[in-house]
């Protein structure tokens, strides 16, 4: 499975912006599309997930501020990022999950938010 992720860059405080995340290879395989973020020092965090049978979920910071979709057809996962914050700022990854727990990896786009 590769990952091509697309759509950070800077924001100012309280803007928005969209992600991308397109998968190929073994697509089959795939049972969650996501996104993961990571900012120096800490450890990586769930931004928000999509799985195969409908599930959603985010983290407990997003409270409302992102929305991930998917489009089955492009193979594709978004991030639709509102209301950002400085406290936002990090690398986001995009992510997927196999039904036996192997998960991949995207190279990570930078997103910056302005103070």
């Known amino acids: 499975v590769q990952l091509q992720a697309s759509g950070g860059g800077l924001v100012q405080d309280g803007g928005s912006l969209r992600l991308s995340c397109t998968a190929s290879g073994d697509i089959a395989s795939i049972t969650a599309l996501g996104w993961y973020r990571q900012v120096p020092g800490k450890q990586r965090e769930m931004v928000a997930t999509a799985t195969t049978s409908g599930f959603v979920g985010y983290g407990g910071f997003v409270k409302d501020r992102f929305t991930i979709t998917r489009d089955a057809a492009k193979n594709t996962v978004y991030l639709q990022m509102n209301s950002l914050k400085p406290e936002d700022t990090a690398v986001y990854y995009c992510?997927?999950?196999?039904?036996?727990?192997?998960?991949?990896w995207g190279q990570g786009t930078q997103v910056t938010v302005s103070s």
């Open positions: 992510n997927a999950i196999t039904p036996r727990g192997i998960e991949h």
